[in-house]
């Protein structure tokens, strides 16, 4: 065996290797890519895209092995052309200067030639290359639609559980809308019934103070003296201001009837919360009975409401945390959310925020430090608007950060909460 047909040999295992290879790469690849659509819970994060590269690495190896065929088979051809026997007159003797050999050149007669020792190509199949090709392409095809639908659909789950998620959070920022709503207006109307008390007691007793004098002047009995108070300017504000509660509570409650299960005890509470808040504000807007038993019913409905209160305040849950993905639908993991603890107390502050001082100077102010992209700094929680500890205003300072640590929080706070808020000038 010479040394041409130990490469051809070779060249053939190649090929047939090439060719083998590329076949089962791409039924292994199609079969996972069928497999991964009917059963979605084993396409894990970048399963499908293997399959698609599982693909393109199909196709090279037959392609290659096309080639390679091709090539020795354009070879093979040019060596049985080459080895071709030159056909001459069978008597050489006879050729001379006076008897020279004319030679004529004229297309072959196919139809006449003799092929039976003529070794024969068999041409490639183009038919089974087209079919081969057909299935490549199928199979290309079927893989990029799995990875679209794929994203696709996890795109659409990631938005649900984000929606999901706001609207968990959105029912507890209404239970501390209520709670907060709910106290102010309580401490107003408890307000009007003290002055009302009051300025009846001190006209039956004859009696004044700085807060009940002007009610007094000029009354004849203590139902002069109590007209005179929802006569005044500042008390009209006032009443109003509690009837606009009222309004602003029912429609809480209305919001918070489809809360989830898993808050119903929460709902409970907010419900006896609103009754006991109704009560006390139509005592306020309404004031019967005598002195004694108005004020035994101030006093009932007052320490109702602030047991209904502190029962709500116990039962509202903390804030779910919100995922955040990025354009790939991969993960952000958020080292603190600021937007979870708004409108929470201080029972609901994440665990990786180390308190190190508490204060009350009138308002709530609780310290504490955590490292947001590696820097550590001091994140501030206050209540600034109101006086039951309800956080509405959160801070986070680091001392000298360098400027690709800035331009890197800037980025990520942009990403998690939407473009930096610019105050008029």
């Not at 038919?127 to 799995?146: N, P």
């Not at 039956?204 to 103070?209: L, V």
Request: glycine letters at 4%; proline letters at 3%.
């Amino acid at each position: 065996m010479n040394q041409q047909k130990v490469k051809t040999i070779i060249s053939r295992i190649i090929e047939i290797m090439l060719l083998a290879a590329g076949i089962c790469t791409l039924a292994i690849s199609g079969l996972a890519t069928y497999e991964s659509l009917l059963y979605e819970d084993i396409a894990s994060d970048g399963f499908l895209e293997t399959c698609v590269a599982g693909d393109i690495l199909g196709i090279v190896l037959i392609a290659l092995g096309i080639y390679l065929h091709r090539r020795i088979s354009r070879a093979k051809k040019r060596q049985l052309e080459a080895s071709a026997p030159l056909e001459l007159p069978s008597d050489p003797t006879t050729s001379s200067i006076e008897n020279p050999v004319t030679i004529d050149i004229a297309p072959a007669d196919t139809n006449d030639q003799d092929t039976s020792t003529q070794p024969t190509r068999k041409p490639l199949n183009k038919k089974k290359i087209g079919i081969v090709a057909g299935i490549v392409v199928l199979i290309c095809i079927i893989s990029c639609t799995a990875i679209t639908y794929r994203n696709s659909k996890i795109q659409a789950e990631q938005e649900a559980e984000i929606a999901a998620v706001q609207q968990y959070n959105d029912y507890i920022d209404n239970f501390y809308r209520l709670y907060l709503q709910a106290h102010q207006g309580a401490s107003t109307a408890e307000s009007v019934c003290v002055l009302t008390y009051n300025v009846w007691h001190d006209k039956i007793y004859n009696d004044s103070s700085d807060e009940t004098e002007k009610y007094l002047k000029n009354t004849s009995d203590f139902n002069d003296a109590v007209q005179n108070i929802y006569a005044d300017t500042e008390i009209k504000k006032n009443l109003s201001d509690i009837e606009d509660t009222q309004s602003s509570i029912r429609q809480i409650m209305q919001e918070l009837q489809s809360c989830p299960d898993e808050m119903n005890k929460c709902y409970d509470a907010a419900v006896e919360l609103s009754t006991a808040f109704n009560s006390l504000a139509e005592l306020a807007l309404t004031p019967t009975g005598t002195l004694t038993s108005y004020n035994s019913s101030e006093q009932s409905k007052v320490d109702a409401y602030l047991t209904a209160e502190q029962t709500l305040s116990m039962l509202i849950p903390s804030k779910k945390d919100r995922p955040y993905f990025d354009d790939e639908t991969k993960e952000i993991v958020e080292a603190y959310s600021f937007a979870n603890c708004l409108n929470q107390t201080s029972e609901h502050i994440p665990s990786n925020i180390t308190v190190k001082d508490y204060s009350l100077f009138g308002k709530t102010l609780l310290s504490g430090t955590t490292d947001i992209n590696g820097i550590t700094g001091t994140v501030s929680f206050s209540a600034m608007h109101n006086s039951v500890g309800v956080f509405d205003y959160i801070s986070w300072q680091a001392d000298k950060p360098d400027d690709a640590s800035i331009e890197k929080f800037v980025e990520q706070m942009t990403l998690l909460y939407g473009e930096e808020y610019q105050p008029k000038v």
